[in-house]
Antibody, heavy 119, light 107 residues
Framework: EVQLVESGGGLVQPGGSLRLSCAAS????????MNWVRQAPGKGLEWLSA????????HHADSVKGRFTVSRDNARDSLYLQMNSLRDEDTAVYYC????????????WGQGTLVTVSS | DIQMTQSPSTLSASVGDRVTITCRAS??????LAWYQQKPGKAPKVLIY???SLERGVPSRFSGSGSGTEFTLTISSLQPEDFASYYC?????????FGQGTKVEIK
């Protein structure tokens, strides 16, 4: 089955760190650019990060630049998001998403993992 | 950065209605625009890419149009399963941006 499955979410204190993972299956992971998108409770979608299929480049939103780092391991068919210096406003459901056609639109999404930043 | 503005934020409609949602970009994005549908508690699902191309498996009642800075998503005859939130997204440049969303509610 073609799918993405996120893991690693949970409760973390402000200033803390968390590493999210996204496991891909059913498709040639190494041939797709990948992305992280989040959604705060009751809010809209926010694009966070993108990574090239061969890790040749990464991009991050200003809201997380310097705090979050996207990476991938094509041998393990996995995408990661290292989140440091977490803030209350980082509380959200985090989705990984597959980019189509040189990372244009997102045609495959995971089910999401909830990150709650609170003391 | 390119900003994306959707209107309306909320739309009340009845089954069978024709519904149109507008998305405006702060600068030209050619046709590099996608539309997504999201139901509560679920991940988004792509409906339209490249402004007007229908994603495989998406019902033909959904259509997209526009280029440059103004785009529309049209549902020709609203069905019960279409009550959801809809988002546009530009993929012309980084950072990628989504519109703030349009919630389609039952009238």
């Amino acid at each position: 089955e073609v799918q993405l499955v996120e893991s690693g979410g949970g409760l973390v204190q402000p200033g803390g760190s968390l590493r999210l993972s996204c496991a891909a299956s059913g498709f040639a992971f190494s041939t797709y650019d990948m992305n992280w998108v989040r959604q705060a409770p009751g809010k809209g979608l926010e694009w966070l990060s993108a990574i090239h299929r061969s890790s040749d480049f990464t991009h991050h939103a200003d809201s997380v630049k310097g705090r979050f780092t996207v990476s991938r391991d094509n041998a393990r068919d996995s995408l990661y998001l290292q989140m440091n210096s977490l803030r209350d406003e980082d509380t959200a459901v985090y989705y990984c998403a597959r980019g189509r056609d040189t990372n244009g639109w997102y045609d495959l999404w995971g089910q999401g993992t909830l990150v709650t930043v609170s003391s | 950065d390119i900003q994306m503005t959707q209107s309306p934020s909320t739309l009340s409609a009845s089954v069978g209605d024709r519904v149109t949602i507008t998305c405006r970009a702060s600068q030209s994005i050619s046709s590099w625009l996608a539309w997504y549908q999201q139901k509560p508690g679920k991940a988004p699902k792509v409906l339209i890419y490249k402004a007007s191309s229908l994603e495989r498996g998406v019902p033909s009642r959904f259509s997209g149009s526009g280029s440059g800075t103004e785009f529309t998503l049209t549902i020709s005859s609203l069905q019960p399963e279409d009550f959801a939130s809809y988002y546009c997204q530009q993929y012309n440049t980084y950072p990628r941006k989504f519109g703030q969303g349009t919630k389609v509610e039952i009238k």
